[in-house]
């Protein structure tokens, strides 16, 4: 079946490293849709950015990724981690108004 | 502003009770969602609705009941709760009209089974 999997637990880095968080994907779709999800300590998740088409860079927030369905993955970056980017980072798969979400990677950016 | 909002915001329950989570969006959404997290399992779909009396199986139903009685409310019923049942539930709504629509989540429930 359909299914997102995500690094693993927790990544930990030193505020100014940028950031990768790994998201790769299995759909019989054709034409998948990601989103990343952000969630804070405490807090609801909420929309960080989406895909759009394949090999087409989307950028939100500083963050930024692209979708590459012959790699079937759609990983987030970051150029320079903040203190402020510690959360918990959620990619999901859309299937028709429904979300399949990976088991979440936790990032720390310590100073 | 898109507002959902749920109720209680946490719940001790005993084994074998009855538990009803609450949820009302204000956004004018027909799709909502019932999703619980959990450490190393992510957030999974529990129930969800396109529309007041409708109500869908995710992908763990098992256990959990849904009502939609309108447009705004959406609930999640434990019949008879049990300590695996023990987790933090979040609602969320959708616009039908977008296919790739966002979904906005609650605050979350806290609910513990003893």
């Known amino acids: 079946g359909d299914s997102v999997t995500q690094t693993e637990g927790l990544v930990t880095l030193t505020e100014g490293l940028p950031v990768m968080l790994n998201c790769t994907y299995q759909t019989i779709y054709s034409n998948p849709f990601l989103f990343w999800y952000v969630q804070h300590l405490n807090e609801s998740p909420r929309l960080l950015l989406k895909?759009?088409?394949?090999?087409k860079r989307t950028e939100h927030q500083g963050f930024h990724a692209t979708l590459h369905k012959s790699s079937s993955s759609f990983h987030l970056q970051k150029s320079s981690a903040q203190l402020s980017d510690s959360a918990l980072y959620y990619c999901a798969l859309h299937m028709g108004y429904k979300l399949t979400f990976g088991t979440g990677t936790s990032l720390l950016v310590d100073p | 502003e898109a507002a959902v909002t749920q109720s209680p915001r946490n719940k001790v329950a005993v084994t074998g009770g009855k538990v009803t989570l609450s949820c009302n969006q204000t956004n004018n959404h027909n799709n909502m969602y019932w999703y619980r997290q959990d450490t190393g399992h992510g957030l999974r779909l529990i129930h969800y609705s396109y529309g007041a009396g409708s109500t869908e199986k995710g992908d763990i139903p098992d256990g959990y009941k849904a009502s939609r009685p309108s447009q705004e409310n959406f609930s999640l019923i434990l019949e008879l709760a049990t300590p695996s049942q023990t987790s933090v539930y979040f609602c969320?709504?959708?616009?039908?009209?977008?296919?790739?629509?966002?979904?906005?989540f609650g605050p979350g429930t806290r609910l513990t089974v003893l």
């Open positions: 895909s759009f088409t394949d090999n």
């Open positions: 969320a709504s959708g616009d039908y009209r977008e296919v790739y629509a966002e979904q906005f």
